[in-house]
């Protein structure tokens, strides 16, 4: 008669463990975050202000997306927070280069996470961003 004591213990340990995999997946996974919105990765006045009440996590993917034409002007460059402040593409951090398809992806570390463009006079106008990731 006990029986039914068991199923029941089985199935709610089954089903704690199916939630922890569940929750445990957008963790390991991170979310992805198209920078810019609509505007994508491009030199416009707010792109700076972007990351402005978002709240990222270490794993978090950010989406650059932007126009190739031209020959990647518009191409990001990850650089460590001296990179950011001088506008110095050559600052790589990690040696982190995207892949100039227009669509790039970048995984976020823990800490300070600077974008640039790949052109010093475009940082200069404002086309940079800094997130930090929890």
């Not at 089954?14 to 992805?32: E, K, N, P, T």
């Not at 198209?34 to 978002?54: C, H």
């Not at 280069?97 to 640039?116: A, P, S």
Request: net charge positive; charged share 20%; hydrophobic share 35%.
């Amino acid at each position: 008669m006990n029986r039914g004591g068991k199923t029941c213990k089985s199935f709610l340990g089954f089903s704690f463990l199916l939630c922890l995999f569940v929750a445990g997946i957008d963790f390991v996974q991170g979310r992805y975050y198209f920078v810019g919105g609509r505007q994508g990765w491009d030199l416009y006045p707010e792109l700076i202000k972007w990351p402005q009440g978002k709240h990222f996590k270490t794993g978090d993917v950010l989406v650059f997306n932007y126009n190739i034409e031209g020959g990647n002007l518009f191409s990001p460059v990850r650089v460590d927070k001296a990179g950011y402040e001088t506008c110095d593409p050559s600052v790589l951090k990690m040696s982190d280069r995207f892949n100039g398809t227009g669509h790039d992806r970048m995984r976020l570390t823990k800490g300070y996470n600077c974008f640039i463009s790949a052109v010093q006079d475009y940082c200069g106008y404002g086309m940079k961003i800094a997130v930090y990731a929890w």
